[in-house]
Nanobody, 117 residues
Framework: QVQLEESGGGLVQPGESLRLSCSAS????????MGWYRQAPGKQRELVAR????????NYANFVRGRFTISRDNAKSTVYLQMNSLKPEDTAVYYC??????????WGQGTQVTVSS
């Protein structure tokens, strides 16, 4: 089992920044993928960004490319999402996820990000 604990959400104005953090604990595999999805009211959950355990491969959704940066600290089993130039349409619940080397996925409880003036 893997447990994920997210932090860093909140209310910001358009153009401001936030950094989300997600710490994994439990049976962490040496090879894994961690990332972030988001879900806005009335919409499906969508991928925001993900990063492999080696940190060499990252993927971003087109709608955040150039504004968000995903990174990780394997010593802390933590993944970060630096979100800059936030827009009202970025408002959503952001979920951390972990994909093990055996293909099993785990999800955090979600953290609310609200971008509003």
């Amino acid at each position: 089992q893997v447990q994920l604990e997210e932090s860093g959400g909140g209310l910001v104005q358009p153009g401001e920044s936030l950094r989300l953090s997600c710490s994994a604990s439990g049976s962490i595999s040496s090879s894994n993928v961690m990332g972030w999805y988001r879900q806005a009211p009335g919409k499906q959950r969508e991928l925001v960004a993900r990063i492999t355990s080696g940190g060499t491969t990252t993927n971003y959704a087109n709608f955040v490319r150039g504004r968000f940066t995903i990174s990780r600290d394997n010593a802390k089993s933590t993944v970060y999402l630096q979100m800059n130039s936030l827009k009202p349409e970025d408002t959503a619940v952001y979920y951390c996820y972990y994909l093990s080397n055996r293909g099993r996925d785990y999800w955090g409880q979600g953290t609310q990000v609200t971008v509003s003036s």
